[in-house]
């Protein structure tokens, strides 16, 4: 079929419609390595701008960290540029290998399959291990990865309210007559900024007979006293039947994923998981960047610990501002706005005072809870954060929000 | 009226699926168009009122249509109960 007139008429009727309706995402170009300070183009065209980033997802500051760099030169020399394969065709390298188990050994599991991202392994990992006999129950809020993988599944799906333990138990008692029951978490949820209280769901699903699986992308070598992840802060490490998580956050930035956990269902993954079998392997560079990432966290917890410690002045300093914040004890610290062309508003002013942060609302976060979310890095300073600080306080200080309640800005504002 | 299933439906509804401080739901709010409720929580739904109606709703009648509000769930439920 010919792509008419007609055609591109409609499709540029919904982006029309998209624009609209605010919904229309542009990028913004960065013309610097990923860091606490970046330069940016924005709007296109406009001359570059030294701005302080508070939006990556950069929280161990390992994205450009020379050594890494200096690793993934090494791979890429030794091992070359690609594979040209899938895994299990002839794509697979000793170092892919060792990144299993170098996994392996940091989250505390059995064993561990890669994949190209986390949204790959979510997509695979329910088809692969799961059947129409079983069910998944999965938290209202998980990441929109896992809500996909839960769709191309043939289990029975079903939800329970946001970390609310007496409704996942009354969902557990309700599905025992199936086969096998999975219970579906964020281990840190990436809009709010909280942690799934998962020595609460082991028990439960202890009693219950249900396996655990926990998205790790936004706790993986920073959550816990040593960074293995929400397991290690709630006391439950080897205790998560499956966990996935991402190597394109803290663990270097760039790109892969993983399955890891109790080894029958890794290898069921090995053996069906379609993203899996029917994409390429993680480069060899890649893999080579993420193992020095691992060296590093191994031989110490100082990056986790200023990451903490940034975290807390950040939050600090945002609610002696006056800012209405999401509560929560991790580097994602959601500053409140409810309305979402304030969220917009508010962005903007933050970018011309130097602060790159973006605004999130509906579809992405429920009506009336717009928000900057703020992400503190390991790469940030104190200079970074109070200057950060004194450019929310400025800008603050211009909507008139500062020591206001939710009440008072979405009387002012509008939901 | 307690046994009414309407307000039995209503009752469920409200307690599974209201985030707090939303509207509360009257017999015609759209459930399914409306987002309330989404199409994995409708499984738990549909097994509700399977257990509490001693009735079985075959797969293909489950439809977000049938679904979308207390009253158009009470209708389903009055014509299982009978057949």
């Known amino acids: ?415 | 009226m307690a046994d009414d299933p309407k307000d039995i439906i209503l009752k469920y509804v409200t307690a599974e699926y209201l985030e707090e401080g939303a509207d509360p739901l009257t017999h015609d709010t759209p459930l399914i168009s409306g987002g309330i409720v989404d199409s994995f929580s409708m499984v738990s739904l549909k097994r509700f009122l399977e257990n509490k109606y001693k009735i079985s709703i075959p797969e293909d009648q489950a439809t977000p249509e049938a679904f979308d509000t207390v009253n158009k769930i009470a209708d389903l439920v009055k014509r299982f109960t009978k057949a």
């Not at chain 1, 692969?128 to 999965?138: C, H, N, P, R, Y």
């Not at chain 1, 950040?314 to 991790?330: C, H």
């Not at chain 1, 979310?373 to 790469?379: D, E, K, V």
Request: aromatic share 8%; hydrophobic share 40%.
């Open chain 1, 1 to 415: 079929m010919a792509y008419t007139d007609k055609t591109r008429e409609m499709y540029q009727g919904t982006l029309q419609g998209l624009k609209e309706a605010g919904l229309f995402k542009q990028e913004r170009l960065i013309h610097s390595p990923q860091a606490a300070d970046i330069e940016v183009e924005f709007p296109a065209g406009s001359p570059l701008r030294k701005v302080i980033n508070m939006c990556a997802n950069n929280y161990l500051g390992l994205s450009s960290h020379p050594d890494v760099i200096q690793a993934a030169h090494e791979g890429l020399r030794t091992r070359g540029y690609g594979m040209s394969s899938v895994r299990f065709i002839c794509g697979t390298q000793d170092i892919h290998k060792e990144l299993e188990r170098r996994t392996t050994e940091f989250l505390g599991t059995e064993d561990t399959i890669l994949f190209p991202s986390c949204m790959d392994a979510n997509a695979g990992v329910f088809e692969a291990v799961l059947t129409k006999d079983d069910v998944m129950i999965s938290d209202r809020l998980v990441h929109a990865s896992l809500i996909d993988g839960i769709r191309l599944c043939g289990a029975m799906p079903d939800t329970f309210k946001h970390s609310d333990m007496a409704h996942l138990e009354q969902k557990l008692q309700m599905h025992q007559d199936r086969r096998l029951r999975l219970v579906i978490t964020d281990g840190v949820f990436s809009m709010d900024g909280d942690t799934a209280k998962l020595d609460e769901m082991v028990a439960l699903c202890d009693k219950y007979d249900a396996m655990l699986l926990v998205d790790e992308s936004h706790a993986s070598g920073f959550i816990g006293r040593t960074g293995r992840g929400t397991h290690e802060k709630y006391g439950v490490l080897g205790k998560i039947d499956i966990i996935t998580s991402t190597f394109g956050k803290a663990l270097g930035g760039a790109t892969g994923g993983c399955v890891s956990g109790r080894k029958e269902l890794v290898e069921m993954c090995r053996q069906k998981a379609r993203p899996y079998l029917f994409s390429n392997t993680i480069a060899p560079v890649i893999v080579a960047g993420i193992l020095k990432v691992f060296d590093m966290l191994m031989a110490s917890t100082e990056r986790r610990d200023k990451l903490e410690r940034n975290a807390a002045y950040w939050r600090k300093g945002l609610q002696d501002a006056g800012f209405v914040l999401k509560e929560g004890d991790t580097p994602i610290v959601p500053v409140m706005l409810f309305n979402a062309k304030l969220a917009q508003d508010f962005s903007r002013a933050l970018y011309d005072e130097g602060v790159y942060a973006v605004g999130f609302f509906f579809p992405v976060v429920a009506q009336s809870q717009a928000r900057i979310r703020t992400q503190l890095s390991a790469g940030h300073e104190i200079h970074h954060l109070d200057k950060a600080l004194e450019a929310f306080t400025k800008v603050g200080r211009k909507f008139d929000i500062l020591g206001k309640t939710r009440q008072e800005i979405i009387d002012r504002f509008g939901m």
